[in-house]
C-alpha cells in the first residue's frame, strides 16, 4: 500500500511563509500527477496547486504568484512553499497523489491525512 503524509502546517501571522511537505511512501511503481488541496470549514475541497510527472505545474488563482509547488521525484516528496500568507488561506491542506503500484497496471488516487494552516494575527 501507500501512505502519504503531510508535514509543515502552523499557526503563522498574514504575510508569513510556511512549507508544507508531503512523503510518499509504499511500492510506487510511477507518480503520474501530485497535488496540493485545501479545505476550509464550510467550504468545498479544492485544488490549490498541482504539478505533473513532466513536471507542467497550475495554480489555483487565489494563490498564483504566492505559492510554489515542488517535487523531488528520487525521494518521492512534494512541497509547497507558501509565501504571503492571508488569513483566506486558513484551511487543511490535503497531499494527493496519483499514481500506479508496483506488480499493477492501474492507477489509483491516494490522499494524505491533512495538516492545518492557520494565518491569523
Known amino acids: 500500500q501507500v501512505q502519504l503524509v503531510e508535514s509543515g502546517g502552523g499557526l503563522v501571522q498574514p504575510g508569513g511563509s510556511l512549507r508544507l511537505s508531503c512523503a510518499a511512501s509504499g511500492s510506487i511503481a510511477f507518480i503520474y500527477n501530485m497535488g496540493w488541496y485545501r479545505q476550509a470549514p464550510g467550504n468545498q475541497r479544492e485544488l490549490v496547486a498541482g504539478?505533473?510527472?513532466?513536471?507542467?505545474?497550475n495554480y489555483a488563482h487565489s494563490v498564483e504568484g504566492r505559492f510554489t509547488i515542488s517535487v523531488d521525484n528520487a525521494k518521492n516528496m512534494m512541497y509547497l512553499q507558501m509565501n504571503s500568507l492571508k488569513p483566506e488561506d486558513t484551511a487543511v491542506y490535503f497531499c494527493n497523489s496519483d499514481l500506479r503500484l508496483s506488480g499493477s497496471l492501474r492507477r489509483v488516487d491516494y490522499w494524505g491525512q491533512g495538516t492545518q494552516v492557520t494565518v491569523s494575527s
Open positions: 504539478i505533473t510527472s513532466g513536471g507542467i505545474t
